[in-house]
């Protein structure tokens, strides 16, 4: 079941996981606080379904909304001024983009035989 998992899949369970868990040593409002917990569980469950089921090709697609989310909460909720919360959700809402895109010409490869089609 695990082995045809990707290595990026299991860096979105980490970067999920650290962003949910952050307000537990950073200094945050509630509007930080929840947006990091619920959209950090948004992206490591993506990173999880995708380890169960790695042919669920909108997981990755998922996976990208969510880091995107992620980067522009501390504008949309208002949380600039701590920084070490909107720094956190920068990154790792950058990273989990990064990680979804990087995850799509795999599931691309893995989806249509593993090779380039050829145009005779």
Excluded: K
Excluded at 11 to 24: C, D, H, K, Q, R
Excluded at 25 to 42: C, E, H, P, Q, R
Excluded at 91 to 108: F, H, K, Q, R
Aim: proline share 3%; aromatic share 10%; charged share 5%.
């Amino acid at each position: 079941m695990f082995s045809d998992s990707r290595l990026q899949d299991y860096v979105a369970v980490v970067l999920g996981v650290f962003a949910a868990l952050s307000p537990l040593w950073l200094d945050t409002n509630t509007n930080a606080m929840w947006s990091l917990i619920v959209l950090g569980v948004l992206v490591a469950l993506c990173g999880i379904a995708q380890i169960a089921r790695p042919t669920m090709a909108g997981i990755d697609y998922a996976m990208g909304l969510f880091g995107a989310l992620l980067f522009i909460s501390p504008w949309v909720m208002s949380y600039t001024a701590f920084s070490g919360a909107s720094w956190t959700a920068w990154i790792v809402g950058v990273l989990s983009v990064v990680v979804a895109v990087a995850a799509l010409p795999a599931m691309n490869t893995r989806m249509h035989g593993g090779g380039l089609a050829t145009h005779h």
